[in-house]
Every structure is written in structure tokens, then in C-alpha cells.
């Protein structure tokens, strides 16, 4: 079936830094790619998204990139800070589907 | 303003019981969804609906049953509780398969 592959599962970095989080799709009909951030005993909140017909977009620190090609969407937070630690989970979905398939999550510490 | 409200939000259950986990949404969406979260497994999805007397499976169904009586409510049954069903249940809500759903704020259910 359709799976998302997220790695890593846990991603430590220094406050200021940048931090990546990489997906990959196997459903090449798959049009939308949303990120979700869920913070500890909380539930999950979209973050950010992307659709097939961008390969970029931007807002408030974080980036989404699409290679539609590799099949692979990816997400940085630039300019971390504590408060971006939690859980972050991608996405895919396609338009014709009815719901979306989620990676297995990414827990990132920021520590100072 | 958008609303899923899970009820309850903690439960103890005995193994063989019968357990019914509520949902309700405010949102008229048509979509609404049950999912499970488990370290290391993300959000794997149980039951889904398109709407107000439709059930589907997701991806992992087997030991669960879903209602879906009117577009506002969507339950999740479980006939007979077993100790592997312990994990946080989410109730989401949303317009169609490519628009990020709106989540509860999820039940813990313990199995003992």
C-alpha cells in the first residue's frame, strides 16, 4: 500500500541552527503534502503545506520543498529555537483520495 | 470556530469490554477520521467516513468498529478490549482527502 517514509526519527540540534526533516511517497498520484507539528500530550496542528504544483514555499522559519521526480518532501526550520521542540509529522495525500497517509514522525530537540 | 471534541478524553478499560470512543465536530465537513498513535508508528488510520451512514476501513481496522450517525458524530467501538489497543486515539474532521483535517485533542485508553 501507500506508505511515507520520515526520517530521522530523532534530530538534536543547537538552538539558532537549522533543522531537516526528509519524506519520501510512494503514490506518485500523490498531490498534497502537509506537515504537522504536535507538541507533548497535545494534538497534532498544521505547521505548513505544499501541493504538487510548487516545489517551494516559505513562512514564518520554515521551508517545504517538493522533488516530485524523487518522489521526496522535505522540511526545514531555520533559526531554531526552544520552542520548536515537539514532534513533527509529514503527510501525503492525493486528490482523489480520502484521507492522508502519515510518516512515523520526527522528535526534535533544540537545546540551547 | 472549528471544533472536534473527543469524549472521553481518558479511559480504563478492562480486557473483553466494550469500549465507545466519541467524537463530534462543529465544522459540517463530510470527511471524518480515527486514528491511533503509537511511538515509533506516527498516526496509523483505523476507520474513516465520508459522511453521515458510511463507514470505511483504513489501514488498520481489525478489533475496531465505527458509527457514523449523523455528519456531526463519528464513534469508534471496540467489542472487546485487548491490552494491544492501549494508545492515544484521535478523531479528525475534514473537507476532502487533500485538505489537512482538523484534530481532536485525542483520548488516552489504557487496556489493562
Known amino acids: 500500500g501507500e506508505q511515507v517514509e520520515q526520517l530521522p526519527s530523532i534530530l538534536r540540534v543547537q538552538e539558532g541552527s537549522s533543522a531537516s526533516i526528509n519524506c519520501t511517497y510512494e503514490?506518485?498520484?500523490?498531490?498534497?503534502f502537509p506537515w504537522y507539528k504536535q507538541e507533548p500530550g497535545e494534538n497534532p496542528k498544521l505547521i505548513i503545506d505544499?501541493?504538487?504544483?510548487?516545489e517551494r514555499k516559505q513562512t514564518q522559519g520554515l521551508i517545504v520543498l517538493l522533488d516530485k521526480k524523487a518522489k521526496r518532501f522535505s522540511l526545514h526550520i531555520t533559526d531554531t529555537q526552544p520552542g520548536d521542540s515537539a514532534m513533527y509529522f509529514c503527510a501525503a495525500s492525493e486528490n482523489s483520495g480520502t484521507y492522508q497517509r502519515f510518516g512515523t514522525g520526527t522528535k526534535l530537540q533544540v537545546v540551547p | 470556530e472549528a471544533a472536534v471534541t473527543q469524549s472521553p478524553r481518558n479511559k480504563v478499560a478492562v480486557t473483553g469490554g466494550k469500549v465507545t470512543l466519541s467524537c463530534n465536530q462543529t465544522?459540517?465537513?463530510?470527511?471524518m477520521y480515527w486514528y491511533r498513535q503509537d511511538t515509533g508508528h506516527g498516526l496509523r488510520l483505523i476507520h474513516y467516513?465520508?459522511?453521515?451512514?458510511?463507514?470505511e476501513k483504513g489501514d488498520i481496522p481489525d478489533g475496531y468498529k465505527a458509527s457514523r450517525p449523523s455528519q456531526e458524530n463519528f464513534s469508534l467501538i471496540l467489542e472487546l478490549a485487548t491490552p494491544s489497543q492501549t494508545s492515544v486515539y484521535f478523531c479528525?474532521?475534514?473537507?476532502?482527502?487533500?485538505?489537512?483535517?482538523?484534530f481532536g485533542e485525542g483520548t488516552r485508553l489504557s487496556v489493562l
Open positions: 479528525a474532521s475534514g473537507d476532502r482527502g487533500n485538505q489537512a483535517p482538523l
Open positions: 467516513s465520508y459522511g453521515a451512514g458510511s463507514t
Open positions: 465544522n459540517n465537513h463530510n470527511n
Open positions: 505544499i501541493r504538487s504544483n510548487m
Open positions: 503514490n506518485s498520484a500523490s498531490n498534497y
